[in-house]
């Protein structure tokens, strides 16, 4: 079954190309004038078979499809080979770097900031009533030192 469909297919092929050679011939002859038609039409004759060769000895050539046919498969293209990349980064030496002890990262740059921010609305009440202590304070020592001075005025005019 598939020889016939190939058989009816060449035939067909090689009938369609001999249709354009004879409509080519034709052209040829309507275009050349009539002292120079035989010389022309030699030349026709062996540019046909020259031409029926090439046809016949086509160089198909596959790069990413490996034909079934064996006749096809002598066309298939080695893989092109791609150059070796070199990464001019990896080719320089590695800068001297400063080794560092991990355990430094991981703990904070101020040890107590958390214990900070928990205690601070405590810290500034206490610092408001400290405040207020030192006020009370300071006027209670005014009041002393005036009454000293008051009560020592008051004996020394007895």
């Known amino acids: 079954m598939d020889g016939g469909g190939e058989e009816s297919i060449e035939a067909v092929v090689a009938a369609r190309q001999e249709r354009l050679r004879a409509l080519k011939a034709a052209q040829e002859l309507l275009n050349t004038p009539d002292a120079d038609a035989d010389a022309d039409a030699d030349a026709e004759n062996d540019k ?37 990349f070199e990464d001019p980064i990896l080719m320089a030496p590695p800068l001297e770097e400063k080794k560092e002890d991990p355990f430094l990262n991981i703990a904070p740059k101020k040890p107590n900031w958390d214990l900070r921010r928990d205690v601070q609305k405590k810290l500034d009440k206490l610092e408001r009533r400290t405040q ?20 020592g005025e008051n004996g020394v005019q007895d």
């Open 48 to 84: 046909n078979n020259q031409e029926q060769q090439e046809e016949d000895n086509v160089n198909m050539k596959f790069r990413n499809y490996l034909p079934h046919d064996k006749q096809l498969q002598e066309g298939k293209l080695a893989p092109p080979v791609l150059p070796k």
């Open 132 to 151: 207020k202590a030192m006020v009370t304070l300071m006027e209670q020592e005014e009041a002393k030192r005036r009454l000293k001075e008051d009560g």
